[in-house]
């Protein structure tokens, strides 16, 4: 039997979004208000899928998931500025970065998915890998 399960964390962060080869006026114009450092309060939510352990009835990995996402998202993002650490910062870029810096940690058989809620209008997925 498999099952899967989420848990979400919060990272507070800033971040601004500007391309370096276009002008002020033409970033201004593409990113909008997201062209000035700003901060967000991202809920970050990280799903396992896994087989489900007959002895525990729990899913595999979900003792190590918070660990993990400590380890790799929250201690190295929380309260900094994420252009420090990556080139792209939009919601779909952090998805994919965020994602990239949890899989190799995750067992293979395990399946990984993860999202991310900047605003409330703002939602960004990674779809699981297969």
């Known amino acids: 039997m498999k099952a899967s399960f989420t848990r979400q964390y919060t990272i507070r962060a800033m971040h601004n979004l500007e391309n370096p080869d276009a002008s002020s006026a033409e ?6 208000m997201c062209y000035r450092l700003h901060g967000h309060h ?3 939510q990280v799903t396992v899928e896994s ?3 007959p ?7 979900r003792g190590e998931l ?6 790799e998202l929250v201690r190295p993002f929380d309260g900094r500025s994420l252009n420090d650490a990556f080139q792209n910062t939009s919601g ?6 965020f994602f990239e810096r949890l899989r190799p940690h995750v067992p293979p058989d395990v399946r990984l998915r ?9 939602y960004f997925e990674r779809p699981p890998d297969t």
């Open 66 to 71: 918070d660990a993990l996402v400590e380890r």
């Open 55 to 61: 002895k525990t009835g729990l899913c595999r990995f």
């Open 92 to 97: 779909e870029a952090l998805c994919h970065l």
């Open 51 to 53: 087989d489900v352990d």
């Open 27 to 32: 970033n201004e114009r593409l990113y909008g």
């Open 114 to 122: 993860l999202a991310i809620q900047e605003t409330r209008k703002n």
């Open 42 to 44: 991202y809920k970050v």
